[in-house]
């Protein structure tokens, strides 16, 4: 099913992300991350170690092919400077801005709802549409991707920002995870988005299907199973 996605143009990038602060995966030590595919760029004021050092300079030194040359060649980048959120801010607004939705679904037994896409175990989650909330979002997506009935939106797991390039257009994707309950039904998997499997899920199991997943969503259950301690 296709849906409008929020594309917003360059020059509105700042203020569009601004508005979003409530959503950001800002740590709380003000630095900030986005990943590219495995590859991880970190916006931060202090450099973490085991991390390639591009201190800020001017906004040419973040431009988005220096930036990705060196995201070729490491696999984690640090920008740092003395303004995490800003620096971001001037980097991100290079790329096209794009909003999502997803979740873990949980059902009464307290498995979850995994999907399998490219090889890699993920979660559901798609574009959020015009004025729709980030929660209805989620369920709704959950829903398309998989065949499950969401019962219950819950708390706000966790946020992450992918970056990828789409037919020659840099898109940067803020996606917003939830904890849904759902009913232990039969899966669907939506095969027209690249869905090859749609599976319910035991929580010993989780940790290994994700080794092999994307940091995004090795983040999202870190927060979820941090949630069920």
């Not at 794009?98 to 979850?112: Q, Y």
């Amino acid at each position: 099913m296709k849906h409008q996605v929020l594309h917003k143009a360059a020059e509105c990038n700042s203020s569009t992300i601004i508005a979003r602060r409530e959503y950001l995966p800002v740590e709380a030590d003000g630095s900030v991350i986005v990943s590219f595919g495995e590859r991880e760029l970190l916006f931060t004021s202090h450099l973490p170690e085991g991390w390639f050092e591009v201190p800020y300079v001017s906004e040419d030194s973040i431009s988005r092919a220096k930036v990705m040359n060196f995201l070729d060649t490491y696999k984690r980048v640090a920008i740092t400077s003395g303004d995490s959120l800003l620096t971001f801010l001037k980097f991100a607004s290079q790329m096209v801005w794009v909003e999502a939705a997803g979740g873990v679904v949980e059902n009464a037994l307290g498995d979850v709802v995994m999907i399998r896409r490219n090889e890699r175990w993920d979660l559901p989650k798609g574009h959020r549409e015009e004025g729709e909330e980030f929660r209805v979002c989620a369920a709704r997506e959950a829903e398309e991707e998989t065949g499950v009935k969401v019962s219950e939106v819950r708390e706000m797991l966790t946020s992450t920002l992918h970056g990828y390039n789409l037919y020659g257009k840099w898109e940067l994707k803020l996606t917003v995870w939830y904890a849904m309950k759902g009913n232990a039904s039969a899966l669907v998997p939506q095969q027209e988005e690249g869905i090859i499997c749609a599976e319910w899920i035991e929580q010993e199991q989780i940790r290994e299907k994700i080794k092999t997943s994307f940091p995004t969503i090795r983040k999202v259950f870190d927060a979820f199973l941090s949630s069920k301690e």
